[in-house]
Every structure is written in structure tokens, then in C-alpha cells.
């Protein structure tokens, strides 16, 4: 008799039950793709109305961080592509000596990596996409483990 999935004998695991293994006649690429298509519906469900407003909202609370990281991605947008200077100093504030940003949180997910978005869609529509793949990676990484 076995017992969650455990044989009394052995106390080894069946065949068929091997961890990190797919189901008979389901691979695990489908496998993975079911999960991340979950953690698409849950994001969109517990982000809801965000999907909506991708282009002209920013979740969260009108005082939070969240407008930093805007900004933050507009300046070096703007620093590296309309000035052509140092995005990690930011000559206005504390003007006249400037602000290293070096010193703040940077994100380079958020201001970096983003970039390419930030130039084609806007710093809204950025980083709303980055907070909602924050759930989807995150929840499709702890299935994954």
C-alpha cells in the first residue's frame, strides 16, 4: 500500500512521481505555461482595474515610491537619449552642486533595462508592465522551485 506516494517496502518514491517531473502525457514546457498563465489571470485579478489604465495610471498611494521610479526612469531616459549626460548625477537638485544618484535607490530594472520601453511607450506604461511582471516572474519563479 502506498502512502503519499511512498511504497511501504522501499519508502521510495514511484516512477511516475518523481519531483520536477510532468504529469503522463504532459510535457513540461505545457506544464510551465499553464503556471505562468495562471499568475497572468491572478496579476490581472488582484491589480484589477490596472489593465485597464496601463497608459494613464500609477498604482499606489499619490505620496509613495512609486513616483521616484517615474521619475526616475523619465531622467535617464532624458539624460541618457535628450541630453546626452550622466543620468547618475542630477545637476537640478540641490542645485548648484547637484545630486549624485548614485547615492538614491537607482532600480536598474526599473531606469536600465527599462529603458528601451521607457523611449517607445512612456514612463506609465513601463512601469506599470514592470509591477505586474514583478507578480507574474515572482509567482512563476516559486512554482518553478
Known amino acids: 500500500m502506498a502512502l503519499f506516494g511512498y511504497t511501504e517496502s522501499t ?8 519531483p520536477g517531473t510532468a504529469p503522463p502525457g504532459r510535457s513540461q514546457a505545457w506544464t510551465h505555461a499553464l503556471a505562468i498563465a495562471f499568475f497572468v489571470l491572478l496579476t490581472l485579478a488582484v491589480t484589477w482595474p490596472l489593465a485597464l489604465h496601463v497608459a494613464d495610471r500609477v498604482p499606489g498611494w499619490y505620496a509613495a515610491d512609486n ?28 542645485y548648484p ?42 509567482g512563476w519563479a516559486a512554482f518553478a522551485l
Open 11 to 18: 519508502g521510495d518514491r514511484p516512477a511516475e512521481a518523481k
Open 67 to 94: 513616483y521616484e521610479y517615474l521619475w526616475k526612469m523619465w531622467w535617464f531616459k532624458h539624460a541618457l537619449i535628450d541630453t546626452l549626460q550622466n543620468p547618475l548625477i542630477a545637476p537640478h537638485i540641490f
Open 97 to 138: 552642486q547637484g545630486y549624485l544618484l548614485a547615492f538614491a535607490e537607482i532600480t536598474p530594472l526599473h531606469t536600465i533595462a527599462g529603458l528601451p520601453f521607457t523611449w517607445l511607450w512612456g514612463e506609465i506604461p513601463t512601469y506599470n508592465l514592470f509591477a505586474m511582471l514583478s507578480f507574474i516572474v515572482s
